[in-house]
């Protein structure tokens, strides 16, 4: 065989690289620093683990190749394992609503406490877990099964940096190429509860009073949004999207509702 000089080795590298280029897209968010506080005034729980920042989504990059989509979301502090969960990370989960077309839900899963806009409706939320595939899958199929089948998981989701990234075969949302430019999204940051309640999808409550594993800033019942940050856009402040108001027995009278929005 013929050894190949170093020139041609250089020109094909390059034409690779065009080649991979041409072939995928990425849309990316940004979201201000310093809002973490969902509505306006969560505070961390007490439990060192929770880092100042480590809930604080600076960053969406979604990236679509030939076969895969590829989520990865960034937070304002270098990730942790304090769980020993395996995978770069522990306390974080993050849920990647997306708005594929006409139709879908208004509801989220059990645990967020938020609704999502009329004509904001999502298709598929992409959870990037800290757990097991098989448990979130499990929590999914037993705690909100009605949504089950658009509640898609990525093999490994893992941490790196200050990035928790997972990739999921374009069938699962049942992608057409350049579709990722088309799409509309929406990022809940919440936290990984190994122990939820009886009805919430591994989710962390938020009280009114921050604990040593509570939020606090909210209300004890289900009324608040359990949700520490999300994607500002243009039509979508965060702090309307996540007004609240509870009655005097915690029961909701105007439910936290997200917009997606547009790359
Ligand atoms: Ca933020
Ligand atoms: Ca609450
Ligand atoms: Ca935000």
Redesign the pocket.
Known sequence: MKRQTPVRAVALASLLALASAASAQTVTFS??????KGPGNYTYPTDGVYKAGSF???KLTVTQSNTDVNFQVE??SNLEDPWGMGVGFAVQMIFVFIDTGPGGHTETPPGLNVKFAPGNEWDKVVVLSPQKKARVTAEAESKAPKFAKDIVVPNLTRGRGRVISGAVPSTELRAAQGDVEKWRYQVV?QSNEGFPAATDFLTRKVNEYEGQHRWGGGNDGDCDPHVL????GPDAK?AEMLAYKCGADGKSEQMATLKMVKP
Do not use: E, F, K, S
């Open positions: 979201d201000p620093r310093g809002d973490d604080d989504l600076t937070v304002a940051v940050d999300v994607i500002d965060q």
